[in-house]
């Protein structure tokens, strides 16, 4: 059973652009969160999706934006990249229903440059 | 909201010595409390998890105690060992029903031979 796993691994950017991040979550879970974590400090939750379509969101830019499609995997967007956009940004899958609070699953991470 | 507060590091300890990283949390009733773990260049793994007050989580020698008198979940090992270099951070789930991790900065610690 594979885990959460994430494409790519590395990605170099010159400010301005975009990028394109994307996640597969762990077998039979439904629910896909995007986490960035800058150098040196613990990972930020940017939003999550369930169903399709984005729950919760944290103190994040509309330049950040996603998408889940059916069959569960996101995709993670950022448009106009700013220099501090440089981090690693990690996917994490889980169950996604509100009665409690279900464990979820990291994946290896996106590092992302930008320069 | 809920968050945690976490030692800041680095630690740096010889083999086999004595291991404890604090974490003290503040939460809307008793969540679950974890340490996650990240290897040099990797994601995150999650170490040990507990559900409610007083139970301990374990895992690869690490324990760490739910504590909701001094609102702590400290993490401890007996013996460190060289493999056990790495960044750990104390986490909890976000209240209000949703699935989001709050974590801490993470403390490093790396063990020298």
């Known amino acids: 059973d594979a885990g959460v796993t994430q494409s790519p691994t590395h990605l170099i950017k010159t400010r301005g652009q975009q990028v394109t991040l994307r996640c597969s979550p762990k077998?039979?879970?439904?629910?896909v969160s995007w986490y960035q974590q800058a150098l040196g400090q613990g990972p930020q939750f940017i939003f999550q999706?369930?169903?399709?379509?984005?729950?919760q969101r944290g103190n994040f830019p509309d330049r950040f934006s996603g998408h889940q499609f059916p069959n569960y995997s996101s995709e993670l967007n950022v448009n106009a990249l700013l220099l501090g956009d440089s981090a690693l940004y990690l996917c994490?899958?889980?169950?996604?229903?509100?009665?409690?609070?279900?464990?979820?699953?990291f994946g290896p991470g996106t590092r992302l440059t930008v320069l | 909201g809920n968050s945690v507060t976490q030692m800041e590091g680095p630690v740096t300890l010889s083999e086999e010595a004595f291991l404890t990283i604090n974490c003290t949390y503040t939460?809307?009733?008793?969540?679950?409390l974890f340490w996650y773990v990240q290897y040099p260049g990797e994601g995150l793994q999650l170490l040990l998890k507990?559900?409610?007050?007083?139970d301990k989580g374990s895992n690869k020698g690490f324990e760490a105690t739910y504590r909701k008198e001094t609102t702590s979940f400290h993490l401890e090992k007996g013996s460190v060992q060289v493999s056990d270099s790495a960044v750990y951070f104390c986490?909890?789930?976000?209240?209000?029903?949703?699935?989001?991790?709050?974590f801490g900065i993470g403390t490093k610690l790396q063990v020298i031979p």
């Open positions: 077998s039979g879970h439904d629910t």
């Open positions: 507990a559900t409610k007050a007083d």
């Open positions: 999706y369930y169903e399709e379509e984005e729950r």
């Open positions: 939460a809307t009733g008793y969540p679950s």
């Open positions: 986490a909890l789930p976000s209240a209000g029903g949703y699935q989001k991790v709050t």
């Open positions: 994490a899958s889980s169950l996604g229903g509100t009665s409690r609070f279900y464990e979820q699953f």
